[in-house]
Nanobody, 120 residues
Framework: QVQLVESGGGLVQPGGSLRLSCAAS????????MGWYRQAPGKQRELVAG???????NYAESMKGRFTISRDNGKNTVYLQMSSLKPEDTAVYFC??????????????WGQGTQVTVST
């Protein structure tokens, strides 16, 4: 069994910054792509950013220049550095990863989510 655990969410003022972390644990034999998604109330879940196991990153258009995704393969952890935050960035942020479990099968795993609220 594997799990992803996010941390770092919270309340921040407009223009502020936050850094989210997501650590994978369990019977992990390898991790391929990792990414961050978000879901605002009443809206569909959307991709924020993704990163390959070699470090190639891609971003949703509205996040380019404000958000930076990175990963530490030795720690099985992915990060999302968010800056110049706007009220419309308020959402639950979810971590996602493709994980090879026990050298056997690949699973697409989701974290439980962490709330980010941008407000005065």
């Amino acid at each position: 069994q594997v799990q992803l655990v996010e941390s770092g969410g919270g309340l921040v003022q407009p223009g502020g910054s936050l850094r989210l972390s997501c650590a994978a644990s369990g019977s992990i034999s390898g991790i391929n792509a990792m990414g961050w998604y978000r879901q605002a109330p009443g809206k569909q879940r959307e991709l924020v950013a993704g990163i390959s196991n070699s470090g190639i990153a891609n971003y949703a258009e509205s996040m380019k220049g404000r958000f930076t995704i990175s990963r530490d393969n030795g720690k099985n952890t992915v990060y999302l550095q968010m800056s110049s935050l706007k009220p419309e960035d308020t959402a639950v942020y979810f971590c996602n990863a493709d994980i090879l479990v026990a050298r056997s099968s690949w699973f697409n795993v989701w974290g439980q989510g962490t709330q980010v609220t941008v407000s005065t």
